[in-house]
């Protein structure tokens, strides 16, 4: 676990809609798993970072990648997370972790990052 050896989990298979912070059906696994997690790591605070590919303006992706890292910890607490150990931040495109001119690229960049505090 990345979280607990690295302090830091980029959560793969976090889907949203496209220009949307809905989260797709086939996330709430990943998530169910972070919720278990976070069950036996009491002590543990999080930030959900939200990131975007570089489709669209800037300002634009910066107001959806906060609205995405929202819907995930909405999802946390949800499920039984205490919404005071979750903050979240956007980033937007700032932060790419592979090339946005490629569809696997922009797939990369579309990320929800997860750092223990």
């Known amino acids: 676990n990345d ?16 220009d949307s912070a ?7 696994a990943t998530l169910d798993e972070v919720v278990r997690v976070l069950g036996k790591e009491a002590a543990w605070s999080l930030t959900v970072e939200g990131h975007t590919d570089a489709t669209g303006t800037a300002a634009h992706n910066q ?3 906060e609205q995405r890292a929202q819907s995930v910890k909405g999802y946390l607490a949800g499920k ?7 903050a979240t931040v956007g980033f937007g495109q700032a932060k790419p972790v592979a090339d946005n001119d490629t569809e696997l690229g922009r797939a990369q960049n579309r990320r929800v990052e997860l750092v223990r505090k």
């Open 3 to 18: 979280l607990a050896t690295k302090g830091r989990a980029v959560l793969h298979g976090i889907l949203f809609g496209t």
């Open 22 to 28: 809905r989260i797709r059906a086939e996330s709430f």
């Open 63 to 65: 107001v959806l990648s």
């Open 80 to 86: 039984g997370v205490a919404s005071g150990r979750l």
